[in-house]
């Protein structure tokens, strides 16, 4: 989100994934909304209901909703969700080959691969390894070749 005053990072309309995310999705909208902070700063500690009341008014301040269109929501704290690329990083195939050993594991997602994947890379992560299950098969090779090509690595920019 580009606006002044607000600190919304990220927002998401989960009915645009699929009509079954939501009870009623003739008439609402499930948002989905991304802070980003780290662990024990101020964002971090808020307490919940405060910290939902402030998103509340950055939707209305930015013109999203309506005052008092909010029917529910909750706040889902993240701990280290965004991979960082340094320390012991270079020694991440190592990892990953050893993980991959273990037949009943199956790195997905963001936290799973330690990757900068976007939701929808994320959520494809979940679907092959799903497929992979379905099937009997344990072959991991695809999951790692999900947003394999470094374009969204914060890497290749020398962050």
Partial sequence: IQEAG???GRLQIFNN?????????????????????????ASWTQKDEDFIK???GELETI????????RDSCLIRMPKAYPAYFG??????????????????YCIGRNGQ?????????MLTAML??????????????????NAEKEYHEEKGGK
């Fill in 6 to 8: 607000v600190k919304i």
């Fill in 17 to 41: 994934w699929s009509p079954y995310m939501v009870a009623d999705p003739q008439h609402s909208v499930w948002l989905g909304l991304e802070y980003f902070c780290n662990e024990g700063d």
């Fill in 54 to 56: 402030m998103a509340i």
């Fill in 63 to 70: 013109g999203l909703i309506q005052p008092g269109a909010v």
């Fill in 88 to 105: 012991t990083f270079s020694q991440i195939d190592r990892l990953t080959g050893w993980l991959d050993q273990l037949e009943n594991l």
């Fill in 114 to 122: 330690h990757r900068y994947n976007n939701m929808d890379h994320s």
């Fill in 129 to 146: 390894a799903a497929q992979q299950i379905l099937s009997g098969k344990s072959d991991k090779a695809a999951l790692w070749q999900v």
